[in-house]
């Protein structure tokens, strides 16, 4: 069918990536378009657009079916994750921060056994459940013959951030070196819904500033020129694991 043609205030760049977005029914482009198309700033655009979005996560066509066996990875911004834990449990950042540090063997055997404790009883011991994201999850698979732990163990590891494409570092130039991440494995199989991902498992700012419909990563283009060399990795969307499904075998990075 024809598509409509772009709305006013639409950025070009999202009008060509909702167009060509294969993994988009053509009477959903269409229906986007033309709410989007009643807007009167592209602030209007953006607002429409993520409200509709909202409602259609994990909706794209091309259903994806891992490995036998493969780990997906995800990484967090310590600080971020930490921060987001302390409202939830109402213990100190800080102290978060040392208990994943700890669980990613910063520390003594002794130090991690008592970190697995404390996510044993706080994370996963929650009167609520916690997952690891909103849904949806991004996660990033590893080249041929690899899973997402041997990402991890590469010496390269601390360019993940820019490989993966992180939106909220768009805006960040020049990257800031010596920023802790930690590196999450989940097996394939404690997943759910797992796609490649749409322009609507984004956000408009997202999907103007870097997603690309190819079904891999983009590397943020102001990164160091051997993060950036290195290209990105396959990625998938699926629902939101809870920490339970995640290994606690974690990764502590720093960029």
Same mark, same amino acid.
Not at 95 to 123: N, V
Not at 136 to 159: I, K, L, T, Y
């Given at each position: 069918m024809a598509l409509p043609p772009r709305p006013a205030h639409m950025s070009q760049s999202v009008y060509e990536k909702v167009y060509s977005d294969s993994n988009l029914e053509d009477l959903v482009k269409a229906e986007l378009l033309n709410l989007c198309a009643s807007a009167t700033s592209e602030i209007g655009v953006k607002e429409t657009f993520d409200a509709f979005a909202s409602t259609r996560r994990l909706? @794209?066509? #091309?259903?994806?079916?891992?490995?036998?066996?493969?780990? /997906? &990875?995800?990484?967090?911004?310590?600080? *971020? %994750?930490?921060?987001?834990?302390?409202?939830?449990?109402?213990?100190?950042?800080?102290?978060?921060?040392?208990?994943?540090?700890?669980?990613?063997?910063?520390?003594?055997?002794?130090?991690?056994?008592?970190?697995?404790?404390?996510?044993?009883?706080?994370?996963?011991?929650?009167?609520?459940?916690?997952?690891?994201?909103?849904?949806?999850?991004?996660?990033?698979?590893?080249?041929? @013959?690899? #899973?997402?732990?041997?990402?991890?163990?590469?010496?390269? /590891? &601390?360019?993940?951030?820019?490989?993966? *494409? %992180?939106?909220?570092?768009?805006?960040?130039?020049?990257?800031?070196?010596?920023?802790?991440?930690?590196?999450?494995?989940?097996?394939?199989?404690?997943?759910?819904n797992i796609r490649l991902p749409s322009c609507l498992d984004g956000d408009y700012k997202s999907v103007k500033d870097i997603w690309l419909h190819t079904g891999y990563t983009q590397p943020i283009p102001h990164g160091s020129g051997t993060c950036v060399s290195l290209g990105g990795l396959p990625e998938v969307v699926a629902s939101a694991p809870s920490f339970a499904a995640i290994s606690t075998d974690l990764t502590l990075f720093e960029t």
């Open positions: 909706t @794209g066509s #091309n259903v994806v079916s891992l490995n036998n066996g493969e780990i /997906v &990875g995800n990484i967090k911004n310590l600080r *971020g %994750l930490s921060e987001f834990l302390e409202r939830v449990l109402g213990q100190p950042r800080a102290d978060i921060e040392q208990s994943f540090r700890m669980l990613a063997g910063a520390g003594t055997t002794l130090d991690e056994e008592a970190a697995k404790i404390w996510f044993r009883d706080e994370i996963l011991g929650h009167t609520e459940v916690i997952y690891i994201a909103r849904s949806p999850a991004w996660f990033f698979r590893s080249n041929p @013959g690899w #899973n997402a732990e041997d990402v991890f163990r590469h010496s390269d /590891v &601390g360019c993940l951030p820019c490989r993966l *494409g %992180l939106p909220m570092l768009v805006e960040e130039n020049p990257l800031q070196a010596g920023v802790e991440y930690l590196g999450i494995c989940v097996p394939g199989d404690h997943l759910s």
